[in-house]
């Protein structure tokens, strides 16, 4: 599922994005009708980590807010985020290594600073 939508649905973004975010091993976006599907490049060993991510009974795989917002924020770099007070911060202490980026750990210790 959109990374968007996961951080959208927990009212961690409130700006609705009509793109839908995948995380692939490619980056493409792709049109079908009205609807855009953006890929996004992750490296392997994160893309193949499914620390965070749920496999719903529809077989659907959707990230936990925890892992969507650490997903978006290592893709994006700055990033606004509307509230993070509902984030679970052991959950992202937990998820972090994933990324074994320095940027990362000093991004999310900045925006729970504030």
């Given at each position: 599922m959109s990374l968007e939508y996961v951080l959208q649905k927990d009212g961690i973004l409130f700006q609705y994005d009509t793109t839908f975010t995948a995380i692939s091993y490619l980056s493409r976006t792709i049109t079908i009708e009205k609807?855009?599907?953006q890929y996004?490049?992750?490296?392997?060993e994160i893309l193949l980590n499914t620390s965070g991510i749920i496999t719903q009974n529809d077989g659907i795989n959707i990230a936990t807010k925890e892992r969507a917002f650490l997903d978006l924020l290592y893709l994006n770099g700055d990033t606004y985020f509307d509230n993070l007070?509902?984030?679970?911060?052991?959950?992202?202490?937990a998820l972090l290594p994933i990324y074994q980026s320095a940027t990362l750990i000093k991004?999310?210790?900045?925006?729970?600073k504030k």
């Open positions: 609807w855009v599907i996004r490049k992750i490296k392997d007070n509902i984030l679970d911060n052991n959950k992202i202490q991004r999310v210790q900045k925006l729970f």
